[in-house]
């Protein structure tokens, strides 16, 4: 419950960001690609979409540009609520994979910083 809480969050700051900051609409200026956070047994999760200078989200999980798999929800809340450390710790002690196009899971991380500030 706390990770799918966490990824709403998320989505809710992107959503924000996306309608009223000048600056992240020019971030997301010819960035087109979709983003998923999930858990490996692929039952909890959101797809973070990014098209047209505009964000959107959903629940569809096996679609994607770039996705963050996590091995269960408990690790992937604790590990994201760290931020930056929290992930790269859970990468080297494979907790998290990385799929896709590793190029379009970077600027999501350049995006999540951007609305985190």
Do not use: Y
Not at 44 to 61: M, P, T, V
């Amino acid at each position: 419950m706390r990770f799918l809480l966490l990824l709403a969050i998320l989505s809710s700051k992107f959503k924000k960001a996306s309608n009223t900051d000048e600056n992240f609409k020019k971030f997301l200026m010819g960035h087109e690609c979709k983003i998923v956070i999930k858990t490996s047994d692929g039952k909890k999760g959101k797809r973070f979409i990014f098209e047209n200078g505009k964000f959107s989200a959903d629940q569809e999980l096996n679609r994607f540009d770039a996705a963050m798999v996590w091995n269960d929800a408990a690790t992937a809340f604790v590990a994201m609520k760290k931020g930056e450390p929290g992930i790269t710790d859970a990468i080297q002690t494979h907790k998290v994979a990385i799929e896709g196009k590793l190029h379009a899971f970077t600027w999501f991380g350049g995006a999540i910083n951007f609305v985190m500030q």
